[in-house]
């Protein structure tokens, strides 16, 4: 195996962990829909957007810059904001069999 094929397959099996992690992160968001429903608050807290992407800055040590780190994770909280919203208005969540 060359060493392009072999650095293919690291990044491969890496995607495959990343998306593991993302689904895992979203069940934890549709879950705290369902709690933010329940005591009634609202969807986008942006003092915990501030925070997490905060926290996600402190702990990056590269190679990506802090503002790709951060470009990155504002888009994951988007989505996760969008699957909190449609847990409060008791929408199904999409699974894969």
């Known amino acids: 195996m ?3 094929a072999a650095w293919r397959k690291k ?3 890496i995607d ?3 998306v593991k992690l993302l689904n895992e ?3 934890c968001a549709v879950e705290i829909g369902h709690l933010k ?3 009634s608050i609202a969807a986008w807290q ?3 957007e501030a925070e997490i992407l905060r926290n996600i800055v402190q702990s990056n040590h590269g190679p990506l810059d802090d503002a790709a780190v951060r470009r990155l994770f504002e888009r994951i909280i988007d989505e996760a904001r969008a699957l909190e919203r449609h847990s409060m208005e008791g ?3 999409h699974k894969k069999e």
Do not use: M
């Open 25 to 27: 992160r979203s069940r």
């Open 37 to 39: 429903k329940a005591l």
């Open 91 to 93: 929408g199904e969540l």
């Open 46 to 48: 942006p003092e915990r």
């Open 2 to 4: 060359s060493d392009l």
């Open 16 to 18: 495959q962990q990343l």
């Open 11 to 13: 990044i491969d099996e």
